[in-house]
């Protein structure tokens, strides 16, 4: 057979891969996340982005070229190692990718609310018909690409200026992130899981597979995507953190209902306010798009009929996602827990992929490296060993 012309990390999947990933992670969740989190711990918690940077860049490097060298997406690759292990593995990530879309459409609400007043409800319903409209155009895997590309850009561009406005202590925190004053486990585990957990892992890989980059050859291409991926939500919480920090040293006093809010509002009177309400409808809708595209790519292959009326299957799941939402309302205790269950998702999902990266038929002949290897073993036992204390005390709360 005829290798596949080599592709270029800038063209339209390569780069559209990795601003889905990294759109995908950067949804309500991190918004609010990477505020409580630098309240608790000011600028040491450049220190949590600088550990879930190479935690994320061991998880992503793997998984990205592991799937694309065996040219089988996560769940067959699963099934064809062990039977049945992919429909555990699908079953997992489809349910931490709905639980998260439930989230994602409140957000999507409330950024409407912000901008023009309507309700919650009816912000989410306006935003759900722009996602559907979004999967039903003829080339909706370009337009994808095209989306993900001005969405992310147009969120970091409107952070840099509010975060200009707030005067952070960039030095110090630069600092702190290497010599860290304090350090939080929950909030490693909650930043990666959040970052790469659950069905972000799979979203840049599984989009590269639809697009035709995938084997030995295209491992270039598929290197350079990823890492972009990660570089790219790097940026934005690290932009986000020295704007929250500078408010946070103004004496500004955050609203615990809305703390990210509190931040733009603090650094930019409402003009920023109004700009939260940009950043926050755009990262939600693009979380909305890239969790039910990813949950969809993990039953799909299933059956015929799934690939045959993908859209109409990610088209449901949306819907499906809205209607929870418009009938029970914001679920925050739900999307807290499936932040924590994603970062346990991870190792689980992380491991799986690292034994099969061992199989030499699976693999068709590629080995993979070594040291590579060995990173991903590292990132499954680190997060394991943080997640399940961090998890354990989640469910007590959520359970009293």
Not at 70 to 81: C, F, T, Y
Not at 88 to 97: H, R
Not at 184 to 197: L, P, Y
Not at 293 to 314: A, G, L, M
Request: charged share 10%; glycine share 12%.
């Amino acid at each position: 057979m005829k290798p596949l012309p080599k592709a270029r990390w800038w063209s339209g999947a390569g780069l559209g891969a990795a601003f889905l990933m990294a759109n995908s992670s950067i949804g309500p969740g991190f918004l609010t996340q990477t505020t409580v989190f630098t309240q608790q711990l000011l600028t040491s918690f450049g220190f949590v982005i600088l550990v879930s940077v190479l935690l994320d860049i061991g998880a992503q490097l793997n998984t990205w070229r592991i799937l694309t060298v065996s040219e089988l997406r996560a769940q067959d690759l699963s099934n064809k190692m062990l039977p049945g292990l992919g429909y555990f593995l699908a079953a997992m990530v489809i349910l931490g990718g709905f639980a998260f879309n439930i989230g994602n459409l409140a957000g999507c609400g409330l950024g409407l609310n912000v901008l023009t007043g309507l309700s919650f409800e009816t912000g989410a319903i306006i935003s759900c018909a722009v996602a559907l409209l979004l999967f039903w155009v003829r080339e909706f895997g370009k337009m994808l690409d095209s989306f993900a590309k001005v969405l992310g850009m147009g969120m970091i561009l409107l952070t840099v200026g509010v975060a200009f406005s707030a005067h952070p202590p960039v030095l110090q925190a630069l600092h702190h992130t290497l010599l860290p004053t304090q350090i939080s486990a929950a909030a490693i585990v909650t930043i990666v899981g959040g970052t790469v957990g659950g069905y972000i892992t799979f979203s840049g890989a599984h989009r590269l597979l639809d697009a035709g980059i995938k084997g030995p050859a295209q491992q270039g291409v598929v290197t350079r995507s990823a890492i972009s991926g990660i570089v790219i939500s790097t940026i934005m919480r690290f932009v986000l953190f020295l704007a929250i920090v500078g408010v946070l040293r103004q004496g500004a006093v955050l609203d615990p209902d809305n703390p990210a809010a509190s931040v733009f509002r603090s650094a930019a009177g409402e003009i920023g306010f109004r700009i939260f309400g940009v950043i926050l409808w755009s990262a939600a809708i693009s979380s909305v798009v890239g969790a039910a595209y990813t949950s969809v790519s993990f039953f799909k292959t299933f059956h015929p009929i799934f690939e045959r009326y993908e859209r109409v299957w990610i088209s449901a799941f949306i819907v499906l996602s809205t209607a929870v939402f418009v009938l029970v309302g914001k679920p925050t205790q739900l999307l807290v827990f499936a932040g924590a269950v994603n970062g346990l998702i991870l190792p689980v999902a992380l491991g799986i992929v690292l034994v099969a990266a061992t199989n030499r038929r699976l693999m068709q002949g590629y080995q993979h490296p070594k040291w590579m290897l060995a990173a991903g073993w590292v990132v499954v036992l680190v997060m394991g060993w943080l997640s399940v204390p961090v998890l354990i005390d989640l469910v007590g709360g959520f359970l009293k």
